[in-house]
């Protein structure tokens, strides 16, 4: 059995299942193999939207100044490997086996005892950890997998606790009030720990409370840091910061749509925050960082004709920013919209702000049992927009293959969207 079979063949998340709450299993673990993540530093990233691209951001900027960095992302879209990288180079077959070898009796002897067997994320993140520690990075950017309190990452004590915005996704796991959710988040803080957040309304509240109950510095987006656009295109998109005593003019992302700008700027002021904890990075670092910053299936265009564009929006909150993003710039271009959501996701949530951009529907699912039925969202889309065309395919190569044939020659885009998962598979139709 192979590495990658070996971590497979624990239990995976499904939307409610394969996931144990608690961290007893990560502890047990890691105290077992002599506590690797003690003699690393990381910057712990929470929320609900923008972890990924924050987390990109981050590890970009640091990258430019010359730290070795570690970078922990899920779930993957292209290869497995993805989801964790040193100085941007994924972990290599040969790496994993050796590193899963090693973890395997540390997994079984774990099992054995009342805290039970692992999890597949549980045992990833424990194996991304080992490789860090024998790549001696200088930084891991840390992500977490779902919510922050319970989450297997949140094992670590970090240099800084980020959180992005905080909205309704994973209520089953989470609980049912944007309240409940924003804790689960703010459970990432740590005792003195500095909290830099772009939460807003309620969430924030959460935050600041137990911010404060930690004795943590909360710097929010906002009041302590703020970002202004000042351009934007199919190109890109320039902006200005200023807080914590500094003033960023011109600083350019490729990465579209506004809430972009949030994201890079919660990331910059974690940089200068880096600053003060003996991490120097210059501007001239922070500026190449930002424009050197991809990242996969968040506003991609894939092909100019016709226009093609993969998101992987998959809640109501990420749904509301694509919408925003298009408005602008596709002004008053319809796309041909392929869509494709997972089932415990709030589906009529996610499509009404991106019905009102499309010509057309195209329902599709991503190859794997969480997927929504195609005719459950076929009779949803109905109740929304009964006037809206709608067609139905199985799989996403057949979506592309009628979506393409629908927009030839009419001006029309192609936006797919709805789950990260799905994004991966439209991806590698383009890329091969």
């Known amino acids: 059995m192979s590495a990658i079979e070996w971590i497979h063949s624990f239990d995976r998340f499904d939307g409610k299942g394969g996931i144990k709450p608690g961290l007893e299993r990560m502890v047990a673990m890691l105290d077992r193999l002599g506590r690797p993540h003690d003699r690393l530093r990381f910057v712990h990233v929470a929320g609900t939207n923008g972890k990924g691209s924050t987390c990109s951001y981050l590890a970009s900027m640091l990258q430019a100044e010359g730290y070795k960095v570690g970078l922990y992302t899920s779930p993957y879209l292209i290869q497995f490997h993805d989801r964790m990288t040193v100085g941007g180079v994924n972990i290599s077959d040969a790496e994993l086996e050796v590193i899963a070898s090693e973890l395997r009796p540390v997994v079984e002897a774990v099992a054995a005892t009342e805290a039970g067997r692992p999890t597949e994320f549980e045992v990833l993140s424990v194996l991304s950890i080992l490789h860090y520690a024998r790549q001696a990075v200088d930084v891991v950017v840390w992500e977490t997998g779902l919510g922050g309190r319970l989450d297997s990452t949140n094992v670590v004590t970090p240099l800084l606790s980020l959180i992005t915005n905080v909205g309704m996704d994973h209520q089953a796991i989470l609980g049912e009030t944007l309240e409940q959710i924003a804790a689960e988040k703010a459970g990432i803080i740590k005792p003195g720990v500095p909290v830099l957040t772009t939460a807003q309304g309620a969430a924030l509240a959460v935050i600041a409370e137990t911010a404060d109950a930690n004795r943590s510095e909360l710097l929010q987006h906002g009041r302590d840091f703020s970002a202004e656009r000042t351009a934007f295109g199919w190109d890109g998109q320039t902006f200005d910061w200023q807080g914590l005593g500094v003033q960023l003019n011109g600083l350019q992302i490729k990465l579209l749509g506004p809430h972009q700008i949030c994201n890079a700027s919660l990331a910059v002021a974690a940089c200068l925050q880096l600053r003060e904890l003996g991490i120097p990075v210059a501007e001239a670092s922070i500026r190449q960082g930002l424009l050197d910053t991809v990242w996969a299936g968040r506003l991609e265009v894939v092909a100019k004709e016709p226009l093609t564009v993969l998101d992987g929006a998959h809640n109501p909150e990420g749904a509301a920013a694509l919408g925003t993003a298009l408005r602008e710039l596709m002004s008053e271009q319809k796309a041909v919209l ?95």
Do not use: W
């Open 338 to 432: 392929i869509v494709g959501v997972m089932a415990d996701k709030a589906i009529p949530e996610v499509l009404a702000p991106l019905l009102p951009l499309a010509s057309q529907v195209i329902v599709t699912r991503a190859d794997m049992p969480r997927s929504a039925s195609v005719d459950a969202m076929a009779e949803m889309i109905a109740r929304l927009d009964p006037q809206l065309p709608v067609a139905l395919t199985q799989t996403v190569e057949e979506a592309f293959n009628l979506a393409g044939e629908r927009a030839r020659g009419t001006g029309e885009a192609i936006v797919c969207t709805g789950s990260l998962y799905m994004i991966s598979e439209a991806r590698a139709l383009f890329f091969h």
